[in-house]
């Protein structure tokens, strides 16, 4: 992998130390990524980080792989999800997947195992870009109500466009089917908010940190939600 690595995420093992999962740049593949992983020399958060040398997820032949959030189920099993990069193969316009056909942008369930960085079976797709979602659907985060209900976090459309938002789906089963909600938790407009997306959830449910423009930059931002008995989620108080 080469030096243009993104979207960091962090969780910890058993033994203590953390894994790192990040999309990273190919070398043999310029401005394409897949996943990779890297496993703390110690216990500190802060690293050192050793990284693997063969990716977690690279399914190059659909466009590569970005987006990764690790996930740790009831039962301690590991679990990373993540997007597959279609757009970055797609045929143009918006995020490069605006003209027909539009390339799938499947989300994406991968087990692992104890050690956080080795897959256990195939991936299972959980979700996928539909027309309402324009060019793509990115950024999946996962967590599980109290209630033994799954929410999937997610944003749709580009980044760089009014209409990139926070949507999210959940199920009864972290494999699926999952159900969309009827409206997206944040969109441009809610509280003077432009194009937000990119959420990650605290693992208890009520808080939530994403990026949204702010002048020429994108700034993050946090905000506290409510998840109610009928899995609506909405805003809260902080």
Request: net charge neutral; glycine share 10%; hydrophobic share 30%.
């Amino acid at each position: 992998m080469n030096v243009n690595h993104y979207a960091p995420d962090v969780i910890q093992r058993e033994d203590g130390r953390f894994v790192l999962y990040y999309a990273g740049e190919l070398k043999s593949w310029i401005r394409h990524h897949c996943i990779g992983a890297a496993v703390s020399n110690g216990t500190s958060p802060l690293g050192p980080y050793i990284p693997r040398n063969e990716s977690l997820a690279c399914p190059r032949d659909q466009g590569g792989a970005i987006d990764p959030s690790p996930f740790r189920d009831i039962d301690g099993k590991f679990y990373v999800v993540y997007k597959v990069d279609g757009n970055s193969i797609g045929h143009g316009g918006n995020c490069n997947n605006g003209k027909k056909p539009i390339v799938p942008t499947p989300i994406m369930l991968q087990e692992l195992e104890n050690d956080g960085v080795t897959p256990t079976g195939d991936p299972v797709q959980i979700l996928t870009n539909e027309k309402v979602d324009g060019p793509l659907v990115e950024a999946p985060n996962i967590i599980r109500s109290d209630e033994g209900v799954y929410y999937l976090f997610f944003s749709s459309h580009c980044f760089t466009s009014s209409k990139y938002n926070v949507k999210y789906a959940y199920s009864t089963s972290l494999r699926g089917p999952y159900t969309r909600a009827e409206r997206a938790l944040f969109q441009s407009g809610d509280f003077g908010l432009k194009s937000p997306g990119g959420a990650t959830v605290s693992p208890n449910g009520t808080q939530m940190v994403f990026h949204a423009n702010c002048g020429k930059y994108r700034c993050m931002y946090a905000a506290a939600i409510n998840i109610s008995v009928n899995s609506t989620i909405t805003p809260a108080a902080l």
